[in-house]
């Protein structure tokens, strides 16, 4: 059971209690390592990874991980997050209102795929660890029979505009490589395939991994908690908001709404006009 700060902090705990960080005066250590030995020499990518696990990525393997960030920058102003941080800097609030407006948007369903296809590539895996004699198509075809039993949609398939993104193929491709060099196993890479191909098999149609399933996958095979998967999709995507947002600041238009302002765009399916009864 939770406890409370109080009742914690009364039994002689600290606050905060962190493995990250250790900030004193002129100094400042982030997972035993001085910020001055980090600064310049760590990527983007390997800091983030840093925080996140407590260790240093391979140069390799954090370009890895930086693609999966570029990869999922932007899509464009049909995508919701973005459209939203577009509106926002039409309606004259500070700029990093407008960005958080923008990540707000963030969450189980948009921008949430990539967590779920962890979580379940996660539990694939433990299942193929306690029991060896047990197939990979064996072990996907069960956990498919589980989402339908339960209307869950399988994360990571699918998209609704590419039928072959190109975001897709490069992602694989760099993937495929480190896994010829040694770098990674290539067993989620191998998993998110047989999870599409049985998909596939199912539906009857043609099923596409898209960004969140490889993006899920790469992130496993550099274990990734599958907890974190939303906020690096929000630190990726959150380059496409702040440049949209600012793009539409510059544009200096006001107060855009959602759609067009055309009458034909809005239905309204409420009650007929009415009045309150008159109260004597």
Not at 46 to 60: A, D, I, N, R
Not at 73 to 102: E, K, L
Not at 134 to 139: F, I, K, W, Y
Request: hydrophobic share 40%.
């Amino acid at each position: 059971m939770n406890r409370s700060a109080l009742d914690a902090y009364s039994d002689g705990a600290v606050w905060w209690d962190t493995a990250i960080s250790d900030i004193k005066k002129n100094e400042i250590i982030i997972r035993g390592y001085p910020i001055e030995e980090l600064i310049g020499t760590l990527s983007y990518s390997q800091m983030l990874y840093l925080l996140l696990c407590g260790e240093v990525l391979s140069e390799k393997k954090a370009r890895l991980l930086e693609s999966v960030l570029v990869a999922g920058a932007d899509h464009g102003p049909r995508a919701p997050s973005i459209a939203a941080a577009r509106m926002a800097a039409t309606c004259g609030i500070s700029f990093n209102s407008c960005v958080a407006t923008g990540i707000n948007l963030l969450g189980d369903v948009h921008g949430g795929a990539a967590e779920k296809a962890m979580t379940l590539f996660y539990i694939t895996n433990a299942r193929l660890k306690a029991n060896q004699d047990l197939l990979l198509a064996d072990v996907v075809a069960a956990q498919l029979d589980h989402l339908e039993k339960n209307r869950e949609k399988l994360g990571g398939i699918g998209h609704q505009l590419h039928d072959d993104d190109p975001r897709i193929r490069k992602l694989y491709a760099l993937a495929e490589a480190l896994v010829d060099e040694g770098e990674i196993s290539g067993n989620y890479l191998k998993m998110a395939e047989e999870f599409r191909c049985q998909l596939e098999e199912r539906k009857k149609r043609k099923m596409t991994m898209n960004i969140d399933g490889v993006a899920a996958a790469i992130q496993c095979e550099l274990a990734i908690p599958a907890e974190a998967a939303k906020g690096i999709f929000a630190m990726s995507r959150g380059m496409g908001i702040v440049a949209h947002a600012l793009e539409e600041l510059q544009n200096r238009v006001l107060i855009k709404g959602p759609c067009p302002n055309r009458a034909d765009l809005v239905r309204y399916t409420g009650p007929e006009l009415r009045h309150l009864e008159k109260r004597e």
